[in-house]
């Protein structure tokens, strides 16, 4: 069963790009990796998904390599408002129906 | 208004009392899930539902009890709160199991 490991803190300034990388050592092959982000009393909003190799969308880019056993979120140039926590997870179809969310990384951005 | 919708936002209840999370969406997604998170523990599934009368447990269902009678509703029901059920929980809906999710706004339980 995949477990996540996620730093638990990153701080970056505004502009900067950010790599935020989560492991997921037992990843199963049917298994789909997400990312969340989280504002404080809201729920976790939807960022990207992926399986394997790279995926952009408008906000994000999610890296898995070919092992998939850990992926990488990068955001480009964030500013203040990316101040957030990020929650990897692990989709398991294998053995069962589970959803693995990371204990989140806590980014804070600084001007 | 489209989306998906918890009530109440906040509640505190006694030890012992039955209580219910509602949550409502628009989409007709056909999946919705139960979440409640915790510091230290994340978000943690209770229960999912794939379909109208389709229900299964998650991680931590114990004390929990849900019901699917229409697409776009998902109660979630504590029989008897205990203290432990003090959480933040989080209902969301998804066309499948795997896509991304949409989460509501969350409900904060006190159980006292």
């Known amino acids: 069963l995949a477990k996540t490991t996620q730093p638990i803190s990153m701080d970056s300034y505004e502009g900067q790009e950010v790599n935020i990388t989560c492991s997921h050592n037992?990843?199963?092959?049917?298994?789909?990796i997400t990312w969340y982000q989280q504002f404080p009393s809201q729920g976790p909003r939807f960022i990207i998904q992926g399986y394997k190799t790279k995926v952009t969308n408008e906000v994000a880019s999610l890296f898995i390599p070919a092992d998939r056993k850990s992926s990488t979120l990068s955001l480009p140039r964030v500013s203040l408002s990316d101040t957030a926590v990020y929650y990897c997870?692990?989709?398991?179809?294998?053995?069962?129906?589970?959803?693995?969310f990371g204990a989140g990384t806590r980014l804070f951005v600084k001007a | 208004d489209a989306g998906i919708t918890q009530s109440p936002r906040y509640k505190i209840t006694e030890t012992g009392r039955q209580v219910t999370l509602m949550c409502h969406q628009t989409w007709s997604h056909s999946y919705m899930f139960w979440y409640r998170q915790d510091l230290g523990h994340g978000l943690r599934l209770i229960y999912y539902?794939?379909?109208?009368?389709?229900?299964d447990k998650g991680e931590v269902p114990d004390g929990y009890v849900v019901s699917r009678s229409k697409t776009e509703n998902f109660p979630l029901t504590l029989e008897s709160a205990t203290r432990s059920q003090t959480s933040v929980y989080f209902c969301?809906?998804?066309?499948?199991?795997?896509?991304?999710?949409?989460f509501g706004s969350g409900t904060r339980l006190t159980v006292v």
């Open positions: 997870l692990v989709v398991a179809n294998t053995g069962g129906f589970k959803t693995i």
């Open positions: 037992n990843i199963a092959t049917n298994d789909y």
């Open positions: 969301a809906s998804s066309e499948s199991r795997v896509y991304g999710y949409t």
């Open positions: 539902s794939a379909a109208a009368d389709i229900t």
